[in-house]
């Protein structure tokens, strides 16, 4: 058995599968407690994260081929300033609800 601090290990980390034209991508961590983090990639290889601020009450997407540097904002489970196919809107809604069903439980 290894004695390593098994409790700050990475649980999951993703690549960038983006080209440098769409920038960087945003270094996001479970640091805040706050926060709900949801990550998504469809069957191109386009990656979406998801970030709820449960102080904040608010919620932004950020997608490499919208630019990663840019946040956009999620209301009511969308977001209405992208256009997403249909699993990319099921996966929102579905990261929407989580973040804010355990938020109203909690």
């Known amino acids: 058995m290894s004695s390593a601090n098994v ?3 990475p ?13 960087s991508p945003p270094h996001i961590d479970d640091l ?3 926060d709900y983090l949801g ?9 979406v994260v998801f970030v709820y601020d449960h102080d904040a009450g ?4 950020y997608l490499g081929d919208a630019g990663w540097e840019t946040a956009h ?4 489970g969308a977001a209405p300033e992208l ?3 249909g699993t990319e809107r099921l996966w929102l809604r579905a990261c ?3 973040a804010t069903t355990n938020h109203k439980e909690a």
């Not at 608010?58 to 997407?61: G, I, S």
């Not at 904002?73 to 009511?76: A, I, K, L, P």
């Open 58 to 61: 608010r919620a932004v997407l």
């Open 32 to 34: 805040r407690r706050s």
């Open 39 to 47: 990550y998504f990639e469809n069957q191109y290889g386009e990656q």
């Open 7 to 9: 409790e700050n290990a």
């Open 73 to 76: 904002t999620v209301v009511d």
């Open 11 to 23: 649980l999951f980390q993703v690549r960038n599968h983006h080209s440098a034209s769409c920038g």
């Open 96 to 98: 929407w609800e989580a």
């Open 83 to 85: 256009v997403l196919s």
